[in-house]
DNA sequence: GCCAACGTTGGC
DNA sequence: GCCAACGTTGGC
């Protein structure tokens, strides 16, 4: 089993509404590395759900990944602010997963918190720059961060 | 294939 | 609101 960091932000999507809705397609990736690691999840790993722009910053919560491989929906929708009008149904561009609400994390493990915990190795999130919004966890990392939650 | 210009992200 | 970092676009 893998684990994932997902990343979000909350004013559009985050912990309090997938508890909410239960499930959810985690539609409207664009960016082909994020796509890439999202093609290699499998059903039953589990992924962190990352807050940005917001107070507080950091892991709201956990979910778990119930469906793999969908080809994202929203890519073929012309209202969708996620269309692509050069994704077609044959061939599908975007690739994505859909999570199911496991845990509301009853504090948010913080950035600084996540700064102070771990090395930019470990932790991709917390690297320089990182605009990443799926990105791969270790086993060793994910087991840490289920004890700090 | 290079790279300048541009748009977006996201922490501060 | 600022701006560094990054990905994408498009002219050449």
Known sequence: MNYWLLKSEPDVFGIDHLQRFNETIWDGVRNYQARNFLQTARVG????FYHSNVEPIGIAGLCKIVEANIADPSQFD??????????????????????????????????????????PDDLIIIRKGNRLSVTPVSEATALRLLEMA
């Open 45 to 48: 790993d589990l992924a962190f």
């Open 78 to 119: 012309p209202r969708s602010t996620y269309y692509d009008p050069k994704s077609n149904l044959a061939a599908p561009r975007w690739w994505t997963v859909k999570v199911q609400f496991v845990e509301k994390f009853a504090n948010v493990i913080s950035l600084e918190t996540l700064r102070q915990q771990f090395q």
